[in-house]
């Protein structure tokens, strides 16, 4: 692993085409690192990106890299929804950098929308974000597409495709500046005993390689006539699969088989709304963090991590404090819920969250 991330230095600082290991040197797998810092879903939301990296001591006040030799889990989506995804993909290909030079690492992994903006499923793009593409030739390009296409209503297709939407497109292609930056990334990784990855393992998916997952992932968006039927659409593959952050305690036995196939402590997903706090399922098996950064939902900036490190129990920095993660869903998770409402700006969106465990677990409550 030095020897590769030696080969990942060198193409990194000397500006050369090789800016991170190729799919074929990174095996997805990690041993013997010392501290982790997992960060959910982002949604295009720089500032909050910003002030989650830095209550972890990642990066600095200029935005550069201070994790040493961290490693730093970004889960998946970065993009869509809020209005600057690009800065945001722009400040974490900076950080590949700066801390591979550290001894450090950044993985960025795939997440549904990274997909969606490759193979072309835009619903979720803001109009705004396209202005952040645009260049001299935009309305060049927009006239030719518009020949080319004649469409029947011009002010709706104008309105779909607004200055800067055929550079995001080219951006986003598999041999885009920021589509090969996505395909050279992992879908699902181990580091020591944690599972991380955007959405989930199903049972379809449970006892298959971390290697083959991430390379069937990243051929399909490279050949999209592959899409159909892979696993980059499929809702129970692990860009889209929600039920070990929403299933009752029936999917604890499938937590347990895959913690056994990939030979897992526990297992770290985003994608699910995780109520405003990092959060843990079938006694810290699994682990949801998206705990809603993104402001564009609530208007409410919502700052947390979850911290790995060796011979520590996993913890939580809540607004760059630490609180320890419960060992149950009961008192303790109370306990948590109300450490880390304490701690946010008043009222805390946690605050409707703390009052409902607290009926649950008053007497009677659970009837």
């Known amino acids: 692993m030095k020897h590769l991330s030696y080969i990942w230095m060198l193409g990194a600082l000397g ?11 990174s095996p997805g797998v990690w ?21 989650v990296l830095k209550s972890a001591g990642l990066i600095d006040g200029q935005g550069n890299w201070t994790g040493g030799k ?21 400040l974490l290909m900076l950080l590949e950098k700066q801390a591979a030079a550290a001894g450090g690492f950044v993985h960025v992994l795939i997440g549904n929308h990274e997909a969606m903006n490759v193979y072309g499923d835009l619903r979720y793009v803001p109009a705004v974000e396209y202005a952040a593409y645009r260049s001299e030739d935009s309305e060049k390009l927009r006239m030719a597409a518009l020949e080319k296409e004649h ?29 090969k930056w996505i395909l050279g990334h992992d879908t699902v990784i181990r580091i020591n005993d944690t599972l991380f990855l955007h959405g989930g393992i199903s049972a379809k998916y449970a006892s298959m390689k971390i290697k083959d997952i ?19 659409k499929d809702q129970e593959g692990p860009l889209w699969y929600r039920g070990l952050a929403q299933g009752d305690d029936s999917l604890e036995p499938l937590a347990d088989k895959v913690l056994k ?7 770290v997903i985003g994608h699910t709304y995780a109520n405003a706090a990092i959060t843990p399922r079938f006694n810290g098996k699994v682990i949801l963090i998206d705990i809603g950064l993104s402001r564009v939902y609530d208007g409410v900036g919502k700052v947390g991590c979850l911290v790995l490190e060796m011979g520590v129990k996993p913890y939580v920095l809540h607004r760059g404090s630490r609180i320890e993660l419960p060992d149950d869903e009961g008192k303790d998770l109370l306990r ?8 946010d700006p008043a009222p805390s969106p946690l605050l409707r969250r703390i009052g409902e465990l607290e009926a649950k677990l008053a007497p009677g409550g659970g009837r």
């Open 15 to 25: 500006g050369g085409a090789l800016s991170r290991p190729t799919p074929q040197q």
């Open 31 to 51: 041993n013997g690192v010392e501290r982790i810092v997992a960060v959910g879903d982002v949604h295009g939301d720089y500032q909050q990106l910003l002030a």
């Open 70 to 90: 961290t490693h730093l889990v970004q889960n998946g989506d970065v993009l869509d929804r809020g209005p600057e995804s690009k800065k945001c993909m722009d």
């Open 151 to 179: 469409p029947a209503d011009p002010a709706h297709w104008e309105a779909d495709h607004p200055l800067g939407y055929f550079e995001h497109r080219q951006a986003f292609s598999p041999d885009g500046l920021y589509g």
């Open 214 to 232: 991430n390379q069937r992932v990243r051929d399909e968006l490279k050949d999209q006539t592959k899409l159909a039927g892979g696993i980059v």
């Open 261 to 267: 196939s990939f030979t897992v402590d526990r297992i």
């Open 336 to 343: 948590y819920l109300k450490q880390a409402a304490n701690l």
